[in-house]
């Protein structure tokens, strides 16, 4: 009798947490998605997608500057780099700081970047980590932190 109080108790315990852990396995794929959806808007250099995929207050950092990544931004830079490429090379993870508010982090390569003069540019590896908002049931990009890897 005493078992069977204690797993019906562990049980009930558990019970809630289930219903949980599928939420957080759908935003995880939702947050994935999402983030797919912005790197193929940016790979295909359409701006007015990135601006739609992002909360209006996005902003990104480099390191160097910080600058807002609306349509205007993301249209300028395509226009300075017609021929530029990012590329997942790893996924480091998903953390979810509440159930609306998560950072998605990844290793990334940047290919056919040019200079000032257009000569092309080696390519360039960086840590990006993407701070995700869930507004009205949709993830949306609210900041961008990058940090290049110098080898």
């Not at 939420?23 to 939702?30: Q, R, S």
């Not at 998605?33 to 808007?41: G, L, M, V």
């Not at 992002?54 to 600058?67: H, I, L, P, V």
């Amino acid at each position: 009798m005493k078992y069977l109080i204690t797993l019906t108790i562990g049980v009930c315990l558990l019970f809630p947490a289930v219903p949980a852990m599928a939420d957080l396995g759908e935003d995880e794929a939702a947050v994935r998605k999402a983030w797919e959806q912005s790197q193929a808007a940016f790979n295909n250099h359409d701006a007015k997608m990135m601006a739609a995929l992002s909360d209006q207050s996005n902003e990104s950092w480099d390191g160097n500057r910080k600058w807002t990544a609306g349509a205007d931004h993301m249209a300028d830079l395509f226009k300075r780099q017609p021929s530029i490429k990012s590329k997942r090379l790893e996924e480091i993870g998903i953390i979810f700081f509440t159930p609306d508010v998560a950072v998605y982090k990844a290793l990334m390569d940047n290919t056919g970047l040019v200079d000032e003069d257009g000569n092309p540019l080696p390519q360039v590896k960086w840590l990006g980590a993407w701070v995700m908002v869930k507004k009205n049931g949709k993830w949306l990009s609210a900041a961008f932190f990058t940090r290049l890897i110098e080898e």
